[in-house]
């Protein structure tokens, strides 16, 4: 099958798509193409999760949008189903695959994950073929990682016997389904013809603008535009930390900086997590580590948003110290684990760097997070007897607390706050002993 001939299959929905890696991007991804009438076959290697979409069950949990209806009408359907088995890919078209790619300790990528999938396709991948790498990569990887592996495990030629691309999907947690419809996809092939063979693909699912062009410019692409969130929230952090400093309201600056022309000073907080913005930089990164090119942009905006949970540590101090209570000993009790608010998406969560150091200080921490089965207790019954409350998720159910009864439910009435659900003046009107991220100007 050449690519004239895939295109057609493609426009018509007549040819067989496979998925790999069924979480938060390659789920969604393969219900919605299964919505559009391609038969689809997903491929996950924990087997629990396998046995729960087969049942038309969504194992993703949280505030996601149409994500559990659609799954069981494409199960019920029977245009999609999932399997744990490799060896059902040998007569599947297309190929998406979409597993993480995390970095390890040095900020080196792991493609464990990416080379084990490639590894076991390779065997099975059908002639003419069309693989597609979503996942989120270093920019380099396709040319020196995917490519090679490739062809060596399939025993294939790439662009004779079997075609290769990159889309970088472009999702988040809690807006997946919106994200991948409504949001633009940049489509690198290895050759311009493969780039423009996915193009009717996307345009099944994708409702906005897909640019096709190579591979290198895809892997850029991705790894840039989060690189830029990381350091745009950097800026706002340190912003903040001046603003304590000299006792000003970083909320107010924000405010008025960005009504000058072309200004969007990000928001401040608690500290960055999630699968992406803290790991992506160092993939754009790691694209020239044995090139001569200077980086001090990146990994300066890593470091500043790395120490938002530490200094939440600070802010803590400070308020437990002006209600005469010192932080070893102390009861504290931490409203959110998840990295982002309504989902329960843990992955570098800012949570865990605070909790880890408290405990290193000596503080008793109680966690609550309504998203979290195994913190999901009653509020204020897990807040009850602590001296203070320290907020790092901006969760609805936080969002709603009465503060008198949270006052109420605590020792000491100290509340420190490090996504702004709160200001100083509510706080200070309920009664609280408060600090906030940037908000330096009612405590200086």
Not at 5 to 14: A, D, G, I, S, V
Not at 84 to 103: F, G
Not at 224 to 231: C, G, I, K, L, S
Not at 391 to 403: G, I, N, T
């Amino acid at each position: 099958m050449n690519l004239g001939e895939l295109r057609q299959k493609l426009e018509r929905k007549e040819a067989r798509l496979a998925v790999i890696g069924l979480g938060y991007v390659g789920l969604p991804v393969a219900a919605l193409l299964a919505e559009t009438g391609f038969d689809v076959l997903g491929v996950e290697i924990r087997s629990e999760r396998v046995e729960k979409i087969n049942r038309g069950i969504c194992p993703i949990e949280g505030v996601e949008p149409g994500l559990a209806d659609l799954l069981a009408k494409v199960i019920a359907s029977h245009k999609l189903r999932t399997t744990a088995d490799y060896a059902d890919l040998k007569d599947r078209d297309v190929i998406l695959i979409d597993v993480e790619t995390p970095v390890e300790e040095h900020n080196a990528p792991r493609y464990e994950a990416l080379r084990a999938s490639l590894t076991s396709l390779g065997p099975l991948l059908k002639s003419g073929a069309l693989v597609i790498i979503e996942s989120t990569i270093a920019p380099g990887t396709m040319k020196d990682v995917v490519l090679p592996l490739l062809e060596q495990s399939s025993s294939k030629k790439v662009n004779v016997d079997f075609y290769l691309g990159h889309c970088p999907e472009r999702v988040m947690p809690g807006k997946l389904l919106k994200n991948l419809r409504m949001l633009s996809r940049v489509v690198g092939g290895m050759t311009a013809e493969t780039a423009e063979t996915m193009l009717p693909l996307y345009q099944h699912i994708v409702q906005a603008d897909l640019d096709p062009t190579d591979c290198i410019t895809a892997e850029l692409v991705k790894t840039a535009e989060n690189t830029y969130r990381d350091v745009q929230i950097a800026f706002a952090n340190e912003v903040a930390l001046i603003c304590e400093a000299v006792g000003a309201d970083v909320w107010k600056v924000r405010e008025l900086v960005n009504k000058s022309p072309n200004r969007q000073m990000h928001l401040p907080g608690a500290g960055v997590g999630g699968h992406c913005i803290p790991k992506d930089p160092w993939l754009l990164a790691y694209g020239v580590k044995d090139k001569d090119v200077p980086l001090r942009i990146i990994p300066a905006a890593r470091a500043v948003n790395n120490s938002m949970p530490l200094h939440m540590v600070k802010l803590l101090n400070g308020a437990l110290t002006e209600v005469g209570r010192e932080l070893k000993g102390a009861r504290v009790a931490v409203l959110g684990y998840a990295y982002l608010e309504d989902s329960s998406d843990t992955r570098n969560s800012p949570s865990e760097a605070l909790i880890r150091r408290l405990r290193e200080l000596g503080v008793d921490v109680i966690i609550q997070d309504p998203w979290i089965a195994e913190y999901s207790g009653d509020v204020l019954e897990c807040v009850r007897g602590c001296d203070a409350a320290v907020v790092m998720v901006a969760h609805s159910a936080y969002r709603d607390l009465d503060l008198g009864a949270l006052k109420s439910a605590l020792r000491l009435p100290v509340l420190v706050d490090g996504r702004r659900l709160f200001d100083t003046a509510r706080a200070q009107a309920a009664g609280f002993t408060y600090r906030g991220v940037g908000e330096g100007k009612k405590y200086k």
